[in-house]
């Protein structure tokens, strides 16, 4: 089993660009999350999906879209993005029993 | 709300020295607390967790005792080694069941860089 996976692990983008951040689990989740990481602030959640088809924001969740698009896939779209997105993005997948969560190894955003 | 607090960072450290992360929270009811390492250039790993008042967690070393009277869940080895150098956060879960809206969100602390030198 892959875990938790991200692509791409490094993008640099220009103010106002759009991009999506990708996240697969084979773990059979039925929970997904995307956190953002900033120095000093541990992770921040920005959106959560609670099974397929169903998303919510987190406590950041402006100048960001996400979509489930099948229980295994849950995305996260930049569309016009600014230098305060730069960050580290981490995807996880929450086990459905233990309720842990399982992180994938994140995506490092650079927003010039 | 709920809030984790974590002790200032970074640590430096000895091999062998003894290392505490002190790490406080907020929360109504009782959460589940945990502790997560991050080596670098690589996601977060559950390290250790414990689900009610009392109960210690431990894996590879690390210990953690879940003490409400002061609501805290402090880190403890009593002896590094290099590769225990990574980032570490502390984080709690909200009570959760079946009919609650929770969803198992995570609230972290802010992380402690931990360095240790041979």
């Known amino acids: 089993n892959a875990g938790v996976t991200q692509t791409p692990k490094f993008q640099v983008l220009k103010t106002g660009q759009s991009m999506t951040l990708q996240c697969a689990q084979d773990?059979?989740?039925?929970?997904m999350y995307w956190y953002r990481q900033d120095p000093g602030m541990g992770l921040r959640l920005i959106y959560y999906?609670?099974?397929?088809?169903?998303?919510d924001k987190g406590e950041v969740p402006n100048g960001y879209n996400v979509s489930r698009l099948n229980k295994r896939e849950f995305s996260l779209r930049l569309e016009s993005a600014a230098p305060s997105q730069t960050s580290v993005y981490f995807c996880?997948?929450?086990?459905?029993?233990?309720?842990?969560?399982?992180f994938g190894p994140g995506t490092r955003l650079t927003v010039t | 709300g709920n809030s984790v607090t974590q002790m200032e960072g970074p640590v430096t450290l000895s091999e062998e020295a003894f290392l505490t992360i002190n790490c406080t929270y907020t929360?109504?009811?009782?959460?589940?607390l945990f502790w997560y390492v991050q080596y670098p250039g690589e996601g977060l790993q559950l390290l250790l967790k414990a689900t009610k008042a009392d109960d210690k967690g431990s894996n590879k070393g690390f210990e953690a005792t879940y003490r409400k009277e002061t609501t805290s869940f402090h880190l403890e080895k009593g002896s590094v080694q290099v590769s225990d150098s990574a980032v570490y956060f502390c984080?709690?879960?909200?009570?959760?069941?079946?009919?609650?809206?929770?969803?198992?969100?995570?609230?972290f602390g802010q992380g402690t860089i931990l360095t240790v030198h041979p």
């Open positions: 984080a709690l879960r909200p009570y959760f069941n079946a009919g609650g809206t929770s969803y198992g969100k995570l609230t």
């Open positions: 999906s609670a099974s397929e088809g169903t998303t």
């Open positions: 996880a997948g929450r086990d459905r029993d233990s309720y842990e969560q399982y």
């Open positions: 929360a109504t009811g009782y959460p589940s």
């Open positions: 773990m059979n989740h039925n929970s």
